[in-house]
């Protein structure tokens, strides 16, 4: 019999793996930043405070005041981007 020549496969390149492709790793980091956040709302209750406001010395003001603020950023973006939005075809000209 007549040996067959092979084609050579097409060989994909491999794509890196890095350390945040893995869910285990993934699940690691979020448990770490649940344990962080969870030491802070302890070390809370321990903290004095000098501030000049009354309304710093309640609990978790600064987590409440940082959440309020994000939103606030996201919700200007959103009108912002309205006011300065371009067509979608406008650098095809």
Do not use: Q
């Amino acid at each position: 019999m007549a040996s067959k020549k092979r084609k050579p496969r097409k060989t994909t390149p491999r794509r890196a793996r890095y350390w945040l492709d893995d869910p285990r790793n993934v699940d690691r980091l979020v448990y770490g930043l649940y344990a962080v956040c969870a030491v802070l709302i302890v070390l809370d209750f321990f903290m004095e405070r000098h501030s000049p406001f009354a309304i710093e010395h309640l609990f978790g003001f600064y987590g409440i005041f940082g959440f309020v603020a994000c939103v606030g950023l996201v919700l200007a973006a959103k009108e912002l981007r309205k006011a300065i939005m371009r067509p979608e075809k406008y650098y095809d000209r």
